[in-house]
């Protein structure tokens, strides 16, 4: 069994196969569009990279039984699939690669007793460390600190590292002091090389007419084939990777955390994706921009802050995911309950920054790490939607979207939910040592979205202020208790009780209004 995100051409699953005698079983089902909603741009991605994949695996030489979503006879879930399978082939063994979701590996461990036969799961070679290794690395540790991870990992890699004994290129280990520069006034000059678009070809039309017809009520847009343009086969990967090595790399680190209108992609990879699907191995991304680097393509900023972000930040939300088992999705730290308003998945809001931000998502599945942290979820945090809502509408509506890597990110760090049950209350969480909550004021520094915008940043009550600043100081109110043993929370609270009374009165009541209306309603 091979599964949608695990379309590695080089997966050890593959080198234990006979291809005269084992078959490889591929399948599309619906259930996995609609656990959670799904964006009609992922849905279509997973298949037809999947079809592709599956091709390409019959060209050398494999055979494969593969279930498209229109198959008359297909019943749409892995189990009841893998029931039809057995039925036909009489296998005397099932193998499989580990999941990317603990909802999958649950019924993967359910299979043996059901199915009265022997279930191998194999390791995910994908990943540099592995989660036995990660849970090594984190047990006795009173805190996970995501920078002592990426050391290891640059240490054991040897990436960017120089000299005997081997320390840091440059002399530092990352440079994010240096990656925080908006564009000013002016925007980015010139405009940033946009990402190569690949055609669809007749398998992805094909894809898209199943899906339009099978699932119709999908979220998100895709006017036409043409609308369609993500890279779905291991070639169009490697040519995605060589752009932006060749195109982008250099902008990336400086202007990392910058938004700007009608710039979705800026200077990121837009590499996710296509590994989140396995059709890119993160250590050849890694390799390239280090190429780049000894080439004098790419400045040193710019090439650590997209190793960090590989070798470092990706590993360790893995590792977290692993570590902290199926209850994790459950945790919600600061107890919010509100539901997600319902321009997350319509984009009409006179708030800019949401508006650009969503507008985009429902476009083209797509948003970089600073407009999901900062703008989409910064709102969620600040307003008190339920940390599952959240999570599960991130898993659903990107492109990337993988359960491994959506929970931990939107939970720990966008939602700083993930506390450990028993631990000191409101002092860390565990990918997050604070909250990443921000006023208007962090949006206007870092974009334009505020230009011409109805809202004022700068106000915090009254009919003209800007939801996301009545949120943030709403936020530490109703939050003191739990986040003011935080030191690093010490200078936001200072700031609140330099407010008068009657004003902050007045902001928790801007936002029980606002809450209201756009049905959050968190308690």
């Known amino acids: 069994m091979i599964f949608g995100d695990q379309l590695d051409e080089h997966a050890p699953l593959l080198a234990k196969l006979n291809p005269t005698t084992d078959t490889v079983l591929m399948m599309e089902v619906a259930q996995e569009s609609q656990h959670v909603p799904s964006h009609v741009q992922r849905t279509v991605l997973f298949l037809s990279a999947m ?305 650009q931000a969503l507008t985009q998502v429902l476009d083209i599945a797509y948003g970089h790490h600073i407009q999901r942290l900062m703008i989409t979820g910064n709102f969620a945090l600040l307003s008190g939607v339920h940390p599952k809502a959240i999570s599960d509408w991130y898993l659903g509506m990107y492109a990337d979207g993988v359960d491994w890597v959506t929970l931990p990110n939107t939970l720990g760090m966008v939602m700083h939910a993930d506390r450990r049950p028993g631990s000191t209350a409101g002092v860390t969480g565990l990918v997050g040592t604070k909250p990443y909550a921000a006023s208007g004021k962090y949006i206007q520094r870092m974009s334009n979205y505020c230009s011409g915008c109805r809202y004022d940043p700068a106000e915090r009550t009254g009919p003209n202020a800007c939801p996301f600043t009545v949120f943030y100081w709403d936020f530490l109110i109703r939050n003191r208790d739990q986040l003011a043993p935080n030191n690093r929370m010490a200078m936001m609270f200072k700031n609140v009780d330099a407010i008068p009374p009657e004003t902050l009165v007045q902001i928790s009541i801007d936002a029980k209004s606002l809450r209201k209306q756009w049905g959050i309603d968190p308690r």
Request: hydrophobic letters at 35%; aromatic letters at 12%; charged letters at 20%.
């Open 51 to 355: 079809r592709h994949f599956a091709d390409h695996l019959q060209a050398r030489g494999f055979q494969v039984r593969y279930i498209r979503l229109e198959d008359p006879a297909n019943t749409h879930s892995f189990t009841t699939e893998l029931a039809r399978a057995i039925a036909d082939l009489r296998p005397s063994e099932l193998l499989c690669t580990w999941p990317g979701e603990w909802r999958i590996l649950q019924q993967v461990q359910s299979w043996s007793q059901r199915f009265k036969l022997p279930v191998t799961v194999l390791p995910d070679e994908h990943f540099i460390t592995t989660a036995q290794a990660f849970s090594d690395w984190a047990a006795g540790r009173r805190g996970l600190t995501m920078e002592y991870f990426y050391r290891e990992q640059r240490r054991k890699t040897g990436y960017l590292m120089a000299g005997k004994p081997p320390q840091p290129e440059g002399g530092d280990w990352n440079y994010d002091a240096g990656n925080r520069q908006s564009f000013g006034r002016s925007g980015p000059k010139p405009p940033p090389p946009q990402p190569p678009r690949f055609t669809p070809d007749s398998i992805t039309r094909a894809v898209i007419d199943a899906v339009r017809s099978r699932l119709p009520n999908l979220p998100g847009r895709l006017d036409s084939h043409d609308a369609f343009a993500w890279p779905v086969t291991r070639a169009q990967a490697l040519a995605s990777l060589k752009d932006f090595i060749q195109h982008r790399l250099a902008g990336f680190g400086p202007h990392e955390d910058a938004m700007w209108t009608d710039t979705p992609f800026v200077y990121h990879s837009v590499l996710s994706p296509a590994l989140n699907l396995k059709l890119l191995n993160p250590r050849e991304c890694c390799q390239a921009a280090i190429a780049a680097y000894q080439s004098k393509q790419a400045p040193l900023q710019s090439v650590e802050a997209f190793i960090r972000q590989i070798i470092g930040w990706r590993e360790f939300i893995h590792g977290v995911y692993w570590l902290e088992g199926p209850d994790y999705a459950q945790r919600n730290s600061l107890n919010q309950h509100g539901q997600l308003p319902e321009f997350y998945w319509t984009g009409q809001t006179d708030m800019a920054c949401m508006r």
